[in-house]
């Protein structure tokens, strides 16, 4: 055992423990980066002026006019940069464009004395218009060839072979849509300079350290004379980890022009427009069987829709190939990923990180060929799940390839699933319009950054005279319960109550060039270093206690280390260990492990509408020696709903024609953007983490929960399949698209009676 992975065995963490911050949270007094803009005086406030094209050349712009608004104060453009117009890591993002890419895209702010007056100055900019073509959907990049960044390939063993000698040969597209955030607290930024000339930004960020990279350039200064501090996020899931720079630059370039502090706070409205979202992916498949059943060979075109510039699209196009094998064995892989740039948001990140896009090719594959193989869905994918020993189509050995057995198993004996099957098949014999399904899939996820440099963390822990201790780490608040876990592993780490520990909000010039918190690994990176950082000023108070002829307890030992002038604080540092990845070549170890989980989900289908209800879910997930299991069971469960949300409501729809609004995101608002509510959640929802789950090498044995859960929503997708396909004949293969709305499950119900289908929306397998 590591010793990283060690602790006391009266410890804090592993201690069900509600979020550090839930009574703030439910009664109101949580603040969060739009409530701090009242405790500043003079404060200046933002509204875009935003292109109503989604590609055009801004041929004239006149700001005059706005300023003759009441209470305008600035109109911020391009020729106000001091340093470079650009919010993007790549270069490829104009703060203020010349060249709009997108419909909805700010090409100026104005500050003004209230928002109302701001958006009335908004309104009175003048802005004419080149219009240009505008490529909206990824079926119509790729028929452009308009593709952006690298085109990485991802192969092992001998793919046509494996093809031309299988017994069974299937191929169809996959398509997945996108996905709107939709966090609670839209994004925000409010920056001031004090009287040094330090720019201070309050911004809902999840990478602050790059929030920070970007003010600097942007204003032409040096990343010291910037510091960015994020309080917390009413919600971020991978939305606030690219797209806050640019309108944290805003109100920086603002504060210093002006003077006074000035605050970028989105409207929904603006929010969805501005902002990016999930890629939508288009991909081409073909797969080998041998008569058993197992996979032979997988041959796919992953094609994502990136949006107007690159921003996250690379990494994410990396972990969908790493993640198309999911928990399953296929010899011989040849997978090719490309990036389509289509006039419409960046795309980003978004929990799961290409994760969910990349399995759901592999999941899409295997419920529409186990019918025509012959073979019911469970059995096709229990059959084919990894072994020990076995490894990944980039060369990573799958490590606790058990684990995903006994998350199955365990799943159907607590779930009595096989009982189950038998009601359900009793049902659907004497029910004519509507349909139930069980259906069972399984998750293998891979925990660090892509990005191997990304995979460190830093911590700066004080303890003072009186014996409190005060925690600042790099990681950010988003609702995730972070903080808390943060809080326990200190008071484990230096053996103190946990009410001695108290956390500080997340600052660069606190500690400097964090990661974003993102890729799951918030608690393993920060966790790390927090913890290293208590071990040292530990090890400190031991030789001070070696001293003493008996044990002290804890204040009298700070207070006789600190007149021993012993230091009491320490700045901690974590690297994760053992990983090495070549991006060019697609191999290596980029993952420090795996975390696997388990889902049955029963579904009821309606024949005539295609509405659906969940009737049960089963979830057994694998997080190690859980940090704060009621933490744990709580990102298990949201994560759940939010996959389900993806891939059976959650439909962002743009404006495909040739009129004068073809790139509007028509879905902008909540009333036209459905989101799973109570009503969607499933009647009876059953969810357990692994136990004797320890993982050697993570911090006290635990493994990483964010992200992973959310792919166990493929099983409700894959039960609509199947009850969908209960109205048809027995064997008959049905197509789903994603999301699988009622409409989708009404056309793939006519699918399995023999009806007709819209075309392209539901790709036939071809045998």
Same mark, same amino acid.
């Given at each position: ?56 050349? =801004?041929?004239?712009?006149? &700001?005059?006019? +706005?300023? /003759?608004?009441? $209470?305008?104060?600035?109109? #911020?453009?391009?020729? @106000? !940069? ?53 490529? =909206?959907?990824?079926?119509? &990049?790729?028929? +452009?060839? /308009?593709?952006? $960044?690298?085109?990485?390939? #991802?192969?092992?063993? @001998? !793919? ?61 200064? +040096? ?76 041959? +796919? ?467």
């Amino acid at each position: 055992m590591s010793a990283v992975a060690q602790g006391p065995e009266d410890q804090v963490v592993g201690q069900p423990l509600p979020h550090e911050s839930a009574a703030l949270h439910v009664t109101g007094r949580a603040l969060y980066t739009e409530d701090l803009g009242s405790r500043m005086p003079g404060l200046l406030h933002a509204h875009p002026v935003q292109a109503p094209h989604a590609h055009a050349l =801004v041929t004239r712009l006149d &700001a005059e006019p +706005a300023l /003759s608004v009441p $209470g305008v104060v600035r109109v #911020l453009t391009a020729a @106000d !940069v001091p340093g470079i117009n650009d919010a993007g890591a790549k270069g490829d993002e104009p703060l203020f464009p010349d060249e709009v890419m997108f419909h909805g895209q700010s090409v100026c702010w104005v500050l003004a004395e209230t928002p109302e007056a701001a958006r009335l100055g908004a309104l009175a900019v003048e802005v004419e218009y080149e219009v240009l073509p505008a490529v =909206v959907s990824v079926e119509e &990049a790729i028929e +452009a060839g /308009s593709f952006q $960044g690298g085109a990485p390939r #991802l192969e092992r063993g @001998d !793919v046509e072979s494996g093809l031309t000698q299988a017994a069974h040969v299937f191929s169809g597209v996959t398509i997945s849509a996108g996905q709107e955030h939709f966090y609670l607290e839209t994004h925000c930024s409010i920056a001031h300079v004090d009287e040094s000339g330090q720019v201070f930004v309050q911004s809902s960020t999840q990478h602050p350290s790059e929030t920070q990279d970007i003010v600097a350039h942007v204003l032409g200064r +040096a990343t010291h004379a910037v510091t960015v501090q994020c309080l917390r996020m009413g919600g971020g899931f991978g939305g606030k980890e690219m797209q806050p720079h640019g309108f944290a630059a805003v109100a920086a370039l603002g504060a210093v022009i002006t003077g006074r502090p000035v605050r970028v706070r989105l409207t929904r409205g603006q929010d969805m427009t501005m902002t990016g979202k999930r890629h939508g992916f288009h991909t081409r498949w073909r797969v080998a069987f041998d008569d058993d059943g197992h996979l032979l060979a997988l041959e +796919a075109t992953l094609t994502s829709d990136g949006g107007w510039c690159l921003d996250l699209s690379e990494p994410v196009m990396a972990r969908a190939l790493c993640h198309v094998d999911n928990v399953y064995w296929i010899p011989n892989v040849r997978v090719d990923g490309r990036i389509a740039r289509t006039h419409k948001t960046s795309q980003t990140a978004f929990r799961g990180f290409g994760g969910p896009q990349g399995m759901l090719v592999i999941e899409d594959i295997l419920g529409r060929c186990a019918p025509l193989l012959g073979i019911d869905p469970l059995s096709l994918r229990r059959r084919n799940v990894y072994r020990e020993g076995q490894s990944t189509p980039y060369g990573q050995v799958v490590r606790h390839a058990e684990r995903i057995v006994t998350c199955w198993e365990q799943v159907l004996s607590s779930g009595d699933v096989a009982r189950r099957l038998e009601q359900v098949a009793q049902y659907n014999a004497s029910h004519e319009h509507s349909k139930r399904a069980i259906a069972v899939t399984p998750v293998k996820f891979g925990i660090s950054f892509n990005f191997t440099a990304f995979n460190q963390a830093g911590a700066l822990v004080h303890v003072y005279k009186d014996g409190s201790v005060l925690v600042n780490h790099g990681g950010t608040e988003m609702g995730q319960g972070l903080h808390t876990k943060m809080l326990q592993i200190a008071a484990t780490a230096l053996d103190v109550p946990l009410d001695l520990v108290r956390l500080a909000p997340t600052r660069t010039d606190k500690v400097p060039n964090t990661s974003a918190t993102a890729a799951s690994s918030g608690a393993d990176l920060n966790g790390g270093a927090v913890l290293d950082a208590c071990v040292q000023i530990r090890e400190r108070l031991r030789a001070v206690e070696a001293a003493h002829a008996e044990p002290l307890p804890w204040a009298d030992l700070v207070a006789v280390a600190y007149a021993d002038r012993v230091q009491l604080w320490a700045a901690g540092f974590y690297r994760t260990e053992g990983l090495h990845w070549d991006a060019a070549a697609m191999q290596g170890s980029p993952f420090k492990y795996f975390s696997y989980g388990v889902a049955a989900a029963e579904v009821e289908v309606d024949g005539f509408t295609g509405s659906h209800r969940v009737l049960r879910v089963d979830v057994v997930h694998d997080v190690g020696d859980s940090l704060s299991p009621l933490i744990d069971l709580g990102q298990v469960e949201g994560a759940f709903v939010q996959g389900a949300g993806w891939l059976t409501l959650e439909d962002l729809r743009w404006d495909e024609s040739d009129g004068p609004s073809r790139g509007r995101l028509a879905t902008n608002t909540a009333s036209t953007y459905k989101l799973p509510s109570f009503s969607e959640m499933p009647e009876e929802f059953n969810v357990t983490l692994l136990e004797r789950a320890h993982e050697d090498g993570a911090v006290y044995g635990s493994k990483a929960v964010g992200e992973p859960p959310l792919m166990l929503a493929f099983s409700v997708r894959e039960a609509l399949r199947q009850a969908a396909a209960a109205f048809g004949p027995p064997g008959v293969s049905v197509g789903l698209a994603t999301p699988a709305t009622p409409e989708a499950v009404f056309w793939a119900v006519e699918h399995a009676r023999g009806g007709g289908v819209p075309p392209g929306l539901h790709p036939v397998v071809e045998g």
